[in-house]
Structures are given as structure tokens and as C-alpha cells.
């Protein structure tokens, strides 16, 4: 495919986010604009994790986006699987670039096939974002589908530096996230590629770093898994200045978000 080419995780401490809070961004300034609640996987908790069902449910559940893995067959199929082998969620076996698509297909992840990206896509136009977390593609097989898709405004894409250089050479408006890792790379990251968003979880999720994504009004969306995926773990990443969290579970942060006029 010829694109063409534009011209345009350690734990906190209260005080250290009481400090963060206050240099940074309030859960109140944050209101402004509303907490991004993400779906890790779609709402997996009840459906099996990058289905329709699950990603169908976070829609049903009021969350701004589903994150989704992209890998690819071994055909150059896109298809949504955390895992680099089907073993786990499916009744089969194999790596899946070393499957064809047609085997994918027939396999079954707890009563439903596979996803296609542009299935999941498809699903989401019109009522839900999607958080993209490239595993295993091409960027260009990533911009085929979501363009064909009428998608682009509405992707978050968690990729490489690598990659999210290649993406906005083709599409400079699109939104790359690569992972912020510590104050100096976020620095550098934001200096060559002009980050409008940045991902974050427990290993850099701190005062240094959230303040340079501030200073330069770069969106931080956070992962809050594990131990910090609760009511507490939430609020502590609003007042240290998040602007989305991702969650297992969605319908609980939608609430929450909401009970405290931080959601739309």
C-alpha cells in the first residue's frame, strides 16, 4: 500500500501527590475537559477479553474508549489477541503470526471468533473511541484500517517511537502515545514528535514526568491496574493529573467519574 506522505510501577506516597496535585492539575481543573475512562480490553471481567461482546459491553457501560491489541497473521491479517499465541483465550494452539487467518477464524475465544481490527472499528464508529496497543503490526496495515474506517479523529494509538514517527509522517493530526518512561525521554519525545498525548503507568507515573507532560499540555493517560484499579488508586491518579485511566473495570470508573462532575 502507497500512503501519501503529508506536509503539512511503584506505589505514591499521599504527600507526593499532594504535591502533584497542586504543581500540576486538580481533580477539579481536570473536570474541564472529563477523565477519559478506558476499558482494558473491553469490559473483560464478564466476556472474554478483545471480543465484540467485551468491547460491545464497555460501550454499554458509558467508557470513552476500549483499548484493543493488534496483531497480525501470518497472511497480513490484523486480528485483536493480547498474547502472542491463541493458547490462552481460544480453544486452540499456536502463535498467531505463525497462523494463517482462515485458522484464527475458526477457532473460538469463549463462544465468539476472533475480531478483526476493522470489526472492532466498526463497532465502535460513532459511540466509542478506540485506545489502539499496537503488538505486533505494520503501521501502514494500522492506517489502511482505520482510514477505511472513517476512524482516524476518534484512535488513540499506543505504539513505538519508531512507529509513531512513521504514523505522523503519513497522518500528522492522528494521536501516537508512546510510553513516557521517565521526565528526560517524555522531554525528548514531545521535542521530535509533538506529542498531543502520553501513556503512563506505576514505573513513571510521577511528580518529574507529569510535570513535563503538563508544561507542554500533553494528555497523560494512565494505566491503573492491579492494586492502584480501585476508588483510591483513581482518585489519587485525577489529583496527580491524569486525564484518562485505563481500567478493568469501566462501569465502576464511569460511575465514580460521574458522581464527582468528572465525566461527561
Known amino acids: 500500500m502507497k500512503l501519501p506522505v503529508s506536509r503539512s510501577k511503584r506505589e505514591w506516597t499521599l504527600p507526593a501527590l499532594a504535591m502533584a496535585g497542586s504543581l500540576f492539575m486538580s ?7 472529563g477523565i477519559k475512562v478506558i476499558a482494558h480490553r473491553g469490559e473483560h471481567l464478564h466476556h472474554v477479553e478483545n471480543t465484540l461482546p467485551a468491547f460491545q459491553a ?3 457501560a458509558g467508557a470513552d474508549y476500549f483499548e484493543c491489541d493488534v496483531r497480525t497473521t501470518s497472511d497480513g491479517h490484523l486480528v485483536l489477541m493480547h498474547d502472542p499465541s491463541v493458547d490462552r483465550t481460544t480453544n486452540g494452539k499456536g502463535r498467531i503470526h505463525d497462523l494463517t487467518f482462515a485458522q484464527i477464524r475458526s ?3 469463549g463462544g465468539n471468533p476472533v475480531p478483526t481490527f476493522s470489526e ?3 463497532l465502535a464508529k460513532g459511540h466509542i473511541g478506540v485506545y489502539v496497543d499496537d503488538k505486533e503490526t505494520k503501521p501502514a496495515a494500522l492506517i489502511q484500517e482505520i482510514d477505511q474506517a472513517g476512524m482516524g479523529e476518534s484512535v488513540v494509538l499506543y505504539v513505538s517511537p519508531s512507529a509513531a514517527k512513521e504514523i505522523l509522517a503519513w497522518r500528522p493530526d492522528w494521536r501516537v502515545m508512546p510510553e513516557a518512561g521517565n521526565a528526560s525521554r517524555l522531554q525528548q519525545l514531545i521535542d521530535s514528535l509533538h506529542l498531543r498525548v502520553a501513556a503512563f503507568d506505576e ?3 510521577k511528580p518529574e514526568t507529569i510535570g513535563i507532560a503538563r508544561q507542554h499540555g500533553v494528555e497523560i493517560y494512565v494505566d491503573r491496574l492491579g492494586r492502584f484499579d ?3 488508586g483513581w482518585q489519587s491518579a485525577i489529583d496527580a493529573g491524569a486525564s484518562g485511566i485505563q481500567t478493568d473495570h469501566p462501569a465502576e470508573l464511569v460511575g465514580y467519574c460521574a458522581r464527582r462532575a468528572l465525566h461527561r
Not at 27 to 33: F, L, N, P, Q, W
Open 27 to 33: 481533580g477539579a481543573s481536570a473536570a474541564a475537559s
Open 58 to 60: 464497555a460501550i454499554d
Open 107 to 109: 477457532l473460538s475465544a
Open 120 to 122: 472492532a472499528l466498526e
Open 203 to 205: 514505573s513513571d507515573f
Open 230 to 232: 480501585t476508588e483510591s
